[in-house]
């Protein structure tokens, strides 16, 4: 089990992700988001998990569901 850090403006969150090893590729799932990625090594796919979570929390910003959910993890706003 892994913890990424997401730093992006005056926001900050810490994800859970766990990392598999699959049949063909490392699959890193995150518990709070309920998002996962791939890669061919763990490391890859931690790598991916990061840049997925970047991605989904930029596309959401706003979305009430994301926010309520967010809270219920340790992600935190700094303003």
Same mark, same amino acid.
């Given at each position: ?12 969150? $810490?994800?859970?992700?766990?990392? @598999? ?6 699959? #890193?799932?995150?518990?709070? !988001?309920?998002?996962? *990625? ?7 796919? $931690?790598?991916?998990?990061?840049? @997925? ?6 596309? #959401?910003?706003?979305?009430? !569901?994301?926010?309520? *959910? ?10």
């Amino acid at each position: 089990m892994s913890i990424i850090t997401y730093f992006s403006g005056s926001a900050k969150g $810490k994800f859970t992700v766990t990392i @598999t090893k699959g049949k063909i590729a490392f699959v #890193a799932y995150c518990q709070e !988001l309920g998002i996962a *990625s791939q890669g061919k090594t763990a490391k890859e796919a $931690k790598k991916n998990i990061s840049e @997925t979570i970047l991605i989904y929390l930029e596309e #959401a910003k706003g979305s009430k !569901l994301v926010n309520q *959910s967010l809270q219920t993890s340790r992600f935190q706003s700094l303003t």
